[in-house]
């Protein structure tokens, strides 16, 4: 019984972590996908692709909204902040701007 609720224990746990960095690798996806985007608004605006301006506006909205939710939930602890860094380097390298 004892050795049952310890394994049901470690299960718990478990989950827990790996919802975490579940959401924690999608937060990093969220924040790589949005760099895409500004840099692909950016450069057509640079182009001389006025249109972008508007979009380029939303953007900057969106992005202020998931500074303020990232720093909500990764920036207190130190662990957590150097995981959520190393999420955001893959998710940057693994997106595809399109």
Known sequence: MNKTL?????LAITAIMLASCSSMESDAEKIAYAVC?????????????MSGVQEAAE?????EELE????SK????????????????????????K
């Open 68 to 71: 303020k939710e990232i720093k």
């Open 6 to 10: 310890k394994t049901i224990g470690t």
């Open 37 to 49: 985007k500004a840099k692909k608004v950016s450069t057509e605006i640079q182009n001389g692709d």
């Open 59 to 63: 953007l900057l909205q969106e992005a």
């Open 74 to 97: 990764y920036d207190s602890d130190k662990a957590e902040k150097k995981a959520f860094r190393k999420a955001l380097r893959k998710a940057m390298k693994n997106t595809e701007c």
